[in-house]
């Protein structure tokens, strides 16, 4: 019982991260708009999105392992900012159409998507394995997005801040 009462906690702490990271993630993207003009904050934009969208599925992951197919009622509070920050992020990644890194992040979203489609449509419906791989891809998604952000930091963090 302990681990349970663990990992509830756990998963309101990634709640609340990820409602700050769909708050925050605008904030500094306008920011960097501002001091950094368009050209230079598209990146930032498209990383911020992939991250804020990192932590929404973790969330979510978190939510669908420990309270199982009933979080699917409440599910539309993810997917809603989920697809906002995804298609800005998208939409910023096809602008720019030059950086690896976001069109990794791209690929892996949109694989997202088409695995939580997937498992919305598969026969008997998300339970057993489906939902046991379901939950693998949202984590593996998760670390994708942070390796990758992670290691291409000075593509979204020197241009936020001029350095570029």
Request: hydrophobic fraction near 60%; charge should be neutral.
């Amino acid at each position: 019982m302990w681990s349970l009462d663990f990992l509830f906690r756990v998963s309101v702490a990634f709640d609340v991260a990820a409602l700050a990271t769909a708050v925050i993630a605008p904030i500094l993207g306008l920011v960097t708009l501002i001091r950094s003009g368009w050209q230079r904050a598209r990146p930032t934009f498209a990383y911020l999105g992939y991250v804020c969208c990192a932590f929404l599925a973790t969330s979510f992951a978190l939510h669908l392992a420990l309270d199982g197919g009933d979080i699917f009622m409440m599910f539309v509070f993810w997917l809603v900012p989920f697809a906002v920050a995804a298609t800005v992020a998208i939409l910023m990644t096809f602008a720019i159409d030059s950086s690896r890194g976001l069109w990794i992040l791209a690929a892996a979203t949109i694989l997202l998507g088409l695995a939580q489609l997937v498992a919305e449509f598969s026969p008997g419906g998300i339970g057993g394995v489906v939902a046991v791989l379901l939950l693998a891809a949202y984590f593996v998604y998760t670390i994708v997005v942070l390796v990758v952000t992670v290691q291409r930091r000075s593509e979204w963090w020197s241009s936020s801040h001029g350095e570029a």
